[in-house]
């Protein structure tokens, strides 16, 4: 039996039949309820000491910013999430600048992606300025990993995959201006999860056959 954390699981998944396949050197972003993720280096399932590894969305990326359910404030899941994408447009609603979003949710304390994502597909303009809002903290993330691990690959799986076609592009162009040097390196390649939402129990699946090949 092998038991592992489920963006861990879906990086198996990824790497080994999915979009990351033959990729030695990737990081698989979960952009869901909240933020997880799985890492491979060097060919090798990377999980840390204590299994802790790839736990990305409790990276600090605004001390002052909203309390998240870890204790901490300002998570990088707090702004890239699914809930993310929500607070985000809450905000924007109590400025005044979500007000399809708004009508579509009913009140600001009911506002979800779903509203969001709805309200871009009918051609609203400030609900498209929310996602370009939200594309730019989840590029924050992304940038910090590339410094930090310089991947080949940046696969972004999850819920919110599955509406990658509203947020692959926005998120690229924030990716490419934050990126650290970006005229000295090749950028690292950001894809969409083959698997989406389902990677994480075919990566589990998967697991007792790749566990071995990991850093411990």
Request: proline share 4%.
């Amino acid at each position: 039996i092998a038991v592992e954390n489920d963006a861990t699981c879906a990086a198996v998944a990824e790497w080994s039949a999915g979009a990351a396949q033959g990729v030695d050197d990737v990081v698989v972003v979960t952009l869901g309820t909240g933020i997880g993720g799985g890492l491979v280096s060097g060919g090798r399932l990377v999980r840390g000491t204590n299994g802790f590894a790839g736990e990305i969305g409790h990276m600090v990326v605004d001390p002052s910013g909203p309390k998240c359910v870890c204790g901490q404030r300002g998570c990088w899941e707090r702004y890239a999430s699914g809930n993310g994408l929500a607070y985000l447009g809450a905000l924007a609603a109590e400025r005044g600048q979500a007000r399809m979003v708004q009508a579509l949710a009913g009140s600001n304390t009911s506002i979800r992606g779903e509203h969001i994502r709805e309200a871009v597909l009918l051609g609203d303009e400030e609900a498209v300025a929310i996602v370009d809002e939200f594309a730019r903290w989840v590029a924050i993330g992304l940038s910090n990993l590339t410094n930090l691990l310089d991947p080949s690959m940046l696969v972004i799986g999850g819920g919110l995959a599955g509406s990658g076609d509203l947020f692959l592009q926005p998120i690229q162009r924030w990716f490419g201006e934050l990126l650290y040097s970006p005229e000295l390196r090749p950028h690292p390649k950001l894809v969409l999860a083959k698997f989406a939402e389902q990677a994480g129990a075919i990566g589990a699946a998967l697991l007792p056959e790749y566990a071995h090949i990991s850093d411990i």
